[in-house]
Protein backbone atom coordinates (compact mmCIF):
# COMPACT_ATOMS: atom_id res chain seq x y z
CA UNK A 1 0.00 0.00 0.00
CA UNK A 2 1.37 4.02 -0.69
CA UNK A 3 0.84 6.25 1.24
CA UNK A 4 -2.45 8.03 0.29
CA UNK A 5 -3.95 4.26 0.63
CA UNK A 6 -2.71 3.97 4.32
CA UNK A 7 -4.28 7.61 5.02
CA UNK A 8 -7.61 6.22 4.02
CA UNK A 9 -9.98 5.27 7.02
CA UNK A 10 -10.32 1.61 7.25
CA UNK A 11 -13.88 1.68 6.95
CA UNK A 12 -13.49 3.71 3.90
CA UNK A 13 -11.15 0.80 2.43
CA UNK A 14 -13.59 -1.69 3.45
CA UNK A 15 -17.00 -0.37 2.00
CA UNK A 16 -14.75 1.04 -1.49
CA UNK A 17 -13.37 -2.87 -2.07
CA UNK A 18 -17.04 -4.59 -1.37
CA UNK A 19 -18.48 -1.68 -3.91
CA UNK A 20 -15.60 -3.23 -6.45
CA UNK A 21 -16.31 -6.31 -5.84
CA UNK A 22 -20.19 -6.03 -6.41
CA UNK A 23 -19.11 -4.30 -9.89
CA UNK A 24 -16.70 -7.12 -10.48
CA UNK A 25 -19.58 -9.33 -9.88
CA UNK A 26 -21.52 -7.50 -12.32
CA UNK A 27 -23.84 -5.75 -9.87
CA UNK A 28 -24.18 -2.01 -10.33
CA UNK A 29 -23.97 -0.39 -6.54
CA UNK A 30 -25.93 2.60 -7.77
CA UNK A 31 -28.76 1.67 -10.34
CA UNK A 32 -30.33 4.12 -11.86
CA UNK A 33 -34.05 2.93 -10.74
CA UNK A 34 -35.36 0.81 -8.26
CA UNK A 35 -38.90 -0.76 -8.49
CA UNK A 36 -40.16 0.50 -5.21
CA UNK A 37 -43.96 0.55 -5.08
CA UNK A 38 -44.71 1.94 -1.33
CA UNK A 39 -43.26 4.45 1.15
CA UNK A 40 -42.20 3.02 4.38
CA UNK A 41 -44.63 5.17 5.80
CA UNK A 42 -47.34 3.85 3.55
CA UNK A 43 -46.39 0.50 4.65
CA UNK A 44 -47.01 1.48 8.19
CA UNK A 45 -50.15 3.22 7.44
CA UNK A 46 -52.13 0.84 5.38
CA UNK A 47 -51.16 -1.55 8.57
CA UNK A 48 -51.51 0.07 11.51
CA UNK A 49 -52.84 -2.78 14.24
CA UNK A 50 -51.53 -6.10 12.76
CA UNK A 51 -51.54 -8.49 15.10
CA UNK A 52 -48.67 -10.06 16.25
CA UNK A 53 -47.03 -13.16 13.88
CA UNK A 54 -49.73 -11.88 10.87
CA UNK A 55 -48.89 -13.04 7.47
CA UNK A 56 -50.93 -10.30 5.16
CA UNK A 57 -51.16 -10.77 1.26
CA UNK A 58 -49.97 -7.36 0.61
CA UNK A 59 -46.48 -7.85 -1.70
CA UNK A 60 -44.44 -4.43 -1.59
CA UNK A 61 -41.29 -2.92 -2.99
CA UNK A 62 -39.58 -0.84 -0.55
CA UNK A 63 -36.59 1.14 -0.21
CA UNK A 64 -34.19 2.46 2.75
CA UNK A 65 -31.18 3.47 4.44
CA UNK A 66 -30.18 0.93 6.75
CA UNK A 67 -29.58 2.04 9.90
CA UNK A 68 -29.71 -1.13 12.28
CA UNK A 69 -28.39 -4.44 11.00
CA UNK A 70 -28.55 -7.84 12.74
CA UNK A 71 -26.89 -10.52 10.90
CA UNK A 72 -28.04 -14.29 12.21
CA UNK A 73 -27.89 -17.08 10.50
CA UNK A 74 -30.65 -18.13 8.64
CA UNK A 75 -32.48 -15.00 9.35
CA UNK A 76 -31.59 -11.21 9.01
CA UNK A 77 -32.86 -8.23 10.43
CA UNK A 78 -32.35 -4.75 9.19
CA UNK A 79 -34.13 -1.68 9.93
CA UNK A 80 -34.99 0.39 7.24
CA UNK A 81 -34.98 4.25 7.25
CA UNK A 82 -36.86 6.73 4.79
CA UNK A 83 -35.95 10.59 4.21
CA UNK A 84 -38.86 11.56 6.50
CA UNK A 85 -37.57 9.76 9.33
CA UNK A 86 -40.22 6.66 8.92
CA UNK A 87 -38.57 3.08 9.55
CA UNK A 88 -39.60 0.04 9.12
CA UNK A 89 -37.76 -3.64 9.71
CA UNK A 90 -37.24 -5.92 7.13
CA UNK A 91 -36.63 -9.80 7.45
CA UNK A 92 -33.84 -11.76 4.40
CA UNK A 93 -34.73 -15.30 5.70
CA UNK A 94 -32.52 -18.35 4.01
CA UNK A 95 -36.04 -19.73 3.22
CA UNK A 96 -37.56 -17.05 1.13
CA UNK A 97 -34.20 -15.60 -0.56
CA UNK A 98 -32.30 -18.52 -0.97
CA UNK A 99 -28.63 -19.36 -0.11
CA UNK A 100 -26.80 -16.92 -2.33
CA UNK A 101 -28.76 -13.77 -1.47
CA UNK A 102 -29.01 -14.18 2.09
CA UNK A 103 -24.68 -14.80 2.03
CA UNK A 104 -24.85 -11.53 -0.66
CA UNK A 105 -26.81 -9.55 2.32
CA UNK A 106 -24.37 -10.77 5.09
CA UNK A 107 -21.09 -9.86 3.10
CA UNK A 108 -22.32 -6.64 0.75
CA UNK A 109 -24.86 -4.72 3.54
CA UNK A 110 -23.68 -2.20 5.83
CA UNK A 111 -25.25 0.51 8.04
CA UNK A 112 -25.58 3.56 5.62
CA UNK A 113 -26.48 1.38 2.52
CA UNK A 114 -29.92 2.44 0.69
CA UNK A 115 -31.42 -1.02 0.13
CA UNK A 116 -34.45 -2.45 -1.89
CA UNK A 117 -36.25 -4.99 -0.52
CA UNK A 118 -39.52 -6.48 -2.65
CA UNK A 119 -41.64 -8.70 -0.07
CA UNK A 120 -45.07 -9.88 1.92
CA UNK A 121 -46.20 -7.51 4.78
CA UNK A 122 -46.10 -9.51 7.53
CA UNK A 123 -45.89 -8.99 11.59
CA UNK A 124 -42.91 -10.77 13.34
CA UNK A 125 -43.13 -12.94 16.52
CA UNK A 126 -42.88 -9.91 18.37
CA UNK A 127 -45.16 -8.04 16.69
CA UNK A 128 -43.14 -5.55 14.79
CA UNK A 129 -44.44 -4.32 11.47
CA UNK A 130 -42.04 -5.84 8.82
CA UNK A 131 -41.20 -6.61 5.46
CA UNK A 132 -40.36 -10.37 4.66
CA UNK A 133 -38.40 -10.40 1.75
CA UNK A 134 -38.76 -12.53 -1.56
CA UNK A 135 -35.98 -10.53 -2.87
CA UNK A 136 -33.45 -7.65 -2.22
CA UNK A 137 -30.97 -5.48 -4.03
CA UNK A 138 -28.93 -2.81 -3.29
CA UNK A 139 -29.70 0.58 -4.05
CA UNK A 140 -26.77 2.71 -3.44
CA UNK A 141 -23.72 1.48 -1.79
CA UNK A 142 -22.39 4.16 1.16
CA UNK A 143 -18.89 4.73 1.48
CA UNK A 144 -18.59 5.96 4.76
CA UNK A 145 -19.92 4.67 8.07
CA UNK A 146 -22.71 6.42 9.83
CA UNK A 147 -21.85 8.21 13.47
CA UNK A 148 -22.07 6.32 16.26
CA UNK A 149 -25.54 6.32 17.51
CA UNK A 150 -25.08 6.83 21.18
CA UNK A 151 -22.37 9.85 20.87
CA UNK A 152 -23.68 12.58 20.22
CA UNK A 153 -22.48 14.86 17.12
CA UNK A 154 -20.62 18.26 17.80
CA UNK A 155 -22.09 21.65 16.68
CA UNK A 156 -19.43 21.86 14.40
CA UNK A 157 -19.92 18.39 12.70
CA UNK A 158 -23.71 18.96 12.41
CA UNK A 159 -23.11 22.39 10.31
CA UNK A 160 -20.09 20.48 8.45
CA UNK A 161 -22.06 17.26 7.53
CA UNK A 162 -25.61 18.60 7.56
CA UNK A 163 -27.10 15.22 5.58
CA UNK A 164 -25.67 13.05 8.41
CA UNK A 165 -27.47 15.23 10.70
CA UNK A 166 -30.38 14.52 8.90
CA UNK A 167 -30.25 11.05 8.57
CA UNK A 168 -29.21 10.51 12.71
CA UNK A 169 -31.25 13.06 14.37
CA UNK A 170 -34.70 13.30 13.88
CA UNK A 171 -34.78 16.78 15.36
CA UNK A 172 -33.06 17.89 12.64
CA UNK A 173 -35.48 16.76 10.22
CA UNK A 174 -38.49 18.61 11.93
Same mark, same amino acid.
Given at each position: ???? #? $?????????????????? !?? /????? =????????????????? =????????????? /???? +??????? $? /? &????????? /???? +???????FDKVGREALDAWKADVDLGD?????? $?????? +??????????? +???? &???????? !?????? #??????????????? =?????
Amino acid at each position: MDSA #E $TEIPEQFRIRRDKRARLL !AE /GHDPY =PVAIERTHTLAEVRAAH =PDLPVDTTTDDIV /GVAG +RVVFARN $T /G &KLCFATLQD /GDGT +RLQVMISFDKVGREALDAWKADVDLGDIVYVHG $TVISSR +RGELSVLADSW +RMAA &KSLRPLPV !AHKEMS #EEARVRQRYVDLIVR =PQARG
